[in-house]
Antibody
Framework: QVQLQESGPGLVKPSETLSLTCTVS????????LSWVRQPPGKGLEWIGF???????NYNPSLKSRVSMSVDTSKNQVSLNLISVTAADTAVYFC?????????????WGQGTLVTVSS | EIVLTQSPGTLSLSPGERATLSCRASQSFSSNYLAWYQQKPGQAPRLLIY???SRATGIPDRFSGSGSGTDFTLTISRLEPEDFAVYYCQQYGFSPLTFGGGTKVEIK
């Protein structure tokens, strides 16, 4: 059973960069896309984007100007960077694995990590 | 982008009752790439239904999905205590992937 673990700072200052890492264990990072999804406290889910093991990305247009993702296959990790954060970026950030190669279906989720944007 | 509207916002029911949740899309997608997730407080979402009507691995058969085009439904035939949660629909036929606003199923 593949497991996903998000990690990174729980507190980021306004205007700075939010950086998170997702480590994949129990399986290879190759194959299905890995997405990032976020959820502000008490609110719904928002898809941020996905990355393939080869580095192909697809970002939500609403965040595209501030988002970048990368992959490190040697460490079985993907990373998320979100620049120029504001309080509106406070959320639980989930890493999630898609069902199969090329599928857009999100199948398995990490436990999520809360990131608070505050000075 | 495809906007998904879920109704009702909150459903108050008793254990053993039937729950019917609706998800309406702003435009039709013939692929039926529509999923339903369950989320409990402090937990990640869990995939219940994909391709509008296929149950994910390990999901009890009291959960069923139906619909096509722009109108989709999640039905829980008899609510168990562990089914009280928030349910989200999501389309994965088009980028950007989008979620509905959620329906909370609460104990009456």
């Amino acid at each position: 059973q593949v497991q996903l673990q998000e990690s990174g700072p729980g507190l980021v200052k306004p205007s700075e960069t939010l950086s998170l890492t997702c480590t994949v264990s129990g399986g290879s990072i190759s194959g299905p896309y890995l997405s990032w999804v976020r959820q502000p406290p008490g609110k719904g889910l928002e898809w941020i984007g996905f990355i393939s093991y080869s580095g192909r990305t697809n970002y939500n247009p609403s965040l595209k100007s501030r988002v970048s993702m990368s992959v490190d296959t040697s460490k079985n990790q993907v990373s998320l960077n979100l620049i120029s954060v504001t309080a509106a970026d406070t959320a639980v950030y989930f890493c999630a694995r898609h069902h199969s190669t090329g599928s857009y279906l999100i199948y398995h989720w990490g436990q999520g990590t809360l990131v608070t944007v505050s000075s | 982008e495809i906007v998904l509207t879920q109704s009702p916002g909150t459903l108050s029911l008793s254990p053993g009752e039937r729950a019917t949740l609706s998800c309406r899309a702003s435009q039709s997608f013939s692929s039926n790439y529509l999923a339903w997730y369950q989320q409990k407080p402090g937990q990640a979402p869990r995939l219940l239904i994909y391709d509008a009507s296929s149950r994910a691995t390990g999901i009890p058969d009291r959960f069923s999905g139906s619909g096509s085009g722009t109108d989709f439904t999640l039905t829980i035939s008899r609510l168990e205590p562990e089914d009280f949660a928030v349910y989200y629909c999501q389309q994965y036929g088009f980028s950007p992937l989008t979620f509905g606003g959620g329906t909370k199923v609460e104990i009456k």
